[in-house]
Structure formats: C-alpha cells, structure tokens
C-alpha cells in the first residue's frame, strides 16, 4: 500500500485514475483546485478512508508526506486553458517546479501527464517520441503546448541535475465518463449535440484527424508507466493509433445516438493541428501496453453517461416546474 498524491484528481482522468489507485488498495491524496474539475467526478470516493481530498492551487509550494506523484493538475480543453493562459503556463511550469520540489524532497517517482501537444501541428506522421515537433510559441494554444513542453525539460532536467526518478507519459486525445458536458471538445460537444438533436459543430472542413484513447485503457498506461524500472523515464506516447476524420467521428456519433441531427461547419481554430496520431512502438515494446477499447465501445458508454446527466436534468427541471 502506497500514499500517493494525485494533482488535478478531480478532473476528467484524474478522477479515474483516484479510483484505479484506491481499488489496488493505496491511499490517495486528491489535490485540486477545481478549476475545471468537480467534486461530483470523485463523490463516491469521499466514502472511502484510504481517500483525502485537498483544495490547493500547485502554483503555491505543498508540503505533504507521500510516496509517488502523478502530475495532473492543468486544464486540457482549448477553450479552458484559453480563458486564462498566464494561469494555464503557471500550472505547468510553477506546478511542475512545486511537484518536483516535493519529490526532491521525499526522494519519490514522479509521474508527467505531458501530451500530444507538445507536436504542434506535426509535419511527421503519426508522431514517434523522438519528433521534436512544430509549435507555434506565440499563438493561442502556446500557453498549454509551450507550458507542457516547459514541464518536460524541468521534469528531465531535475532527473539529469538531481536525478530524480521521473516518468513521463504523452497523452493523446482521450475521453469517457466524467468529461465535462461544456467544456468544447470534441467528444463531449458532438455527443450533447446529438442527444438534443442539435447541429453537430465540425470546425473547418472537417477532414483533420485525432486518435481517440478510452480513459481506462489510458489509466492501465499510465499506472503501468509508474512501475517501470527507474532507468525508464519515456516520455512515451501514450493513445489509441486508430485514427479518424472529425466527420467521421460527427457520423458515427449521430448514427449511436439515432440522433436527427444536422452537421454545421464553424472556422477551424487557429493553429488547430490537421492530423494526429500516436506511434505506439514504444508502449507496445517497452511497456507492453496498448488500448483495447474500441471507439464504438468507448463512446457507448460516454453517451450512456451524458444521456444520464441529461435526463437528472431534465427530472429536476420538471421538479422546479421550469419546463
Ligand atoms: P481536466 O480539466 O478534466 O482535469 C484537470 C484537473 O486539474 C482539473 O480537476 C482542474 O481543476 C485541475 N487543475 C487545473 N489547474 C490546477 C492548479 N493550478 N492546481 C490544482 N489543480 C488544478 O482535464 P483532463 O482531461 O482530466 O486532463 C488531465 C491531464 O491530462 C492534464 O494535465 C492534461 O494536460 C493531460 N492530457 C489530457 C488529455 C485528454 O485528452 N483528456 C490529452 C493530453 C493530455
Ligand atoms: N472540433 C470540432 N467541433 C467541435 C469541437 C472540436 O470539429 O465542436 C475539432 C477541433 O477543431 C479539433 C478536433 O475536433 O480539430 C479535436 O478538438 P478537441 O478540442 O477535442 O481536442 P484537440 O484540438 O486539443 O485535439
């Protein structure tokens, strides 16, 4: 049994991963300072003993007592970690300095939740670790790429000046259960749209590709990663290499949903990367890990999942004589 602190567990994946680190039976810190996560994502944890869970800002030092890290605290979707950037850059570069100080200090592994945008809008595909990548350090997306890309070089520089025992996992496009209704990825919006028959949003043309990872097998990844030997820090790309377009994905999800709804096509964001997708042959050699949820089944249970809030909406309005 470990006690392990997990920044940003309340959080889409941070809250999975609370869940996986209770069930194996450890003590799980949850710092968060919900931001974008929810007290709902880990309510029924608060139940559990072996579950804490701390309001703090990891931009401000932490001085707790545990044996491993995972790294999580940031906002992950464009529009959260456009609505203010100088936080989202503090997050990853004073949080990261703030956790590798609390590691340095305890002597404990320390576990990244880098991502795949550290490749920018990548002109190599799909996209092996050792691609240093094509970022535009003064667009939009910066603070999140160029803050992540911060993070690594801290990570791999208090292992090389300290070292420390670092592991750092690249995150591609995941999403289940507990992803915010509203939070304008692409998952969640395609899906909300469909269940209210609304006009699915395809930003561009929508012929750009993402590879889509079901947050459990991404959970099994990294949990994996965190009990590599020391001398394997990755990164490693961490996703699900089955790739598809944004119409692809807009049809399937409005054939699941029996969904009457149209396609309405938007601007495509600025520096919206045009294809992504992981080389796994990392994972898959090193790690001996790689996804098998299928996008159908993943995205199964997510509709299930945003049909539920749907329908607790709509109970309590009904309750509140709203409609
Ligand atoms: P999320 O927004 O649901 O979770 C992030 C959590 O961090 C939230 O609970 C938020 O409140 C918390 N947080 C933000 N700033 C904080 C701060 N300064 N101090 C403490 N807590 C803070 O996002 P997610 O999808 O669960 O992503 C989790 C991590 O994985 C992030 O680091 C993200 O960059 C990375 N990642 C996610 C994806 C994805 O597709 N979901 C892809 C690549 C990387
Ligand atoms: N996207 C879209 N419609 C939406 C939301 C997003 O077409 O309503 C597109 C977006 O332009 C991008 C892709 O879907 O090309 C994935 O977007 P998301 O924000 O989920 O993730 P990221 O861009 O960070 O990979």
Redesign the pocket.
Known sequence: MKRILVTGGSGFIGSHLCKRLLDEGNEVLCVDNFFTGRRENVHHLLDNKNFELLRHDITFPLYVEVDQIYNLACP????HYQFDPVQTTKTSVMGSINMLGLAKRLKIRILQAS???VYGDPSVHPQPESYWGNVNPIGP?ACYDEGKRCAETLFFDYHRQHNLDIKVVRIF?TYGPNMQAND???????IM?ALKNEP?????D?T???SFCYVDDLVEGMVKMMQTDKGFTGPVNMGNPEEFT?LQ??ETIIEMTGSKSKLVF?P??VD???Q?KPDTQISKNDLNWEPHVKLEVGLGRTIEYFSNILLAEFSSKRELNII
């Open positions: 992950a979707s464009p529009i991502t795949s945008e997306r496009n304008g990825r692409v998952v969640s919006n395609f749209q699915l949003t395809i930003f561009g929508g750009q590709t993402r944004m994905l807009a938007k495509l964001p919206d990367p045009k992504r």
